[in-house]
């Protein structure tokens, strides 16, 4: 199996509005080959003075070339379409992690 993480540092305040892009957009992973799991992630926060919160959406697919062949499809496309229209609620651009499974 294969995870895949995107790692986001949302501005503190825009929480809410962050977990409501992801509550109403089509992600249009039911019918791809291979994807197992969707969970969009939060910390818990320790840090109070830390100006941000940090999300993670959390996927988990049957193998690293199943995930290779969703980022090029035309449903990849589509469920991103128009992700840079929120600026304004990220820190930073979103920071890739891929894990393969071995236990």
């Known amino acids: 199996?294969?995870?895949a993480m995107n790692r986001f540092k949302i501005w503190k305040g825009k929480?809410?509005?962050f977990e409501e892009i992801w509550r109403?957009?089509?992600t249009y992973l039911s019918d791809?080959?291979?994807?197992k799991q969707f969970n969009l992630i939060k910390s818990v926060e320790q840090n109070t003075e830390q100006e941000f919160t940090i999300f993670a959406s959390h996927s988990i697919w049957k193998s690293q070339e199943?995930?290779?062949?969703?980022t090029l499809?035309?449903?990849?496309?589509?469920?991103h379409k128009g992700a840079g229209k929120h600026k304004n609620i990220y820190v930073?651009?979103?920071?890739?992690?891929?894990?393969?499974v071995v236990i």
């Not at 499809?73 to 469920?79: E, I, L, P, V, Y």
């Open 73 to 79: 499809s035309d449903a990849f496309k589509k469920a």
């Open 1 to 3: 199996m294969f995870i």
């Open 92 to 100: 930073e651009p979103p920071k890739f992690e891929g894990f393969e």
């Open 24 to 26: 109403t957009r089509d």
């Open 32 to 35: 791809i080959k291979g994807f």
């Open 15 to 17: 929480e809410q509005e």
């Open 66 to 70: 199943d995930f290779k062949q969703w």
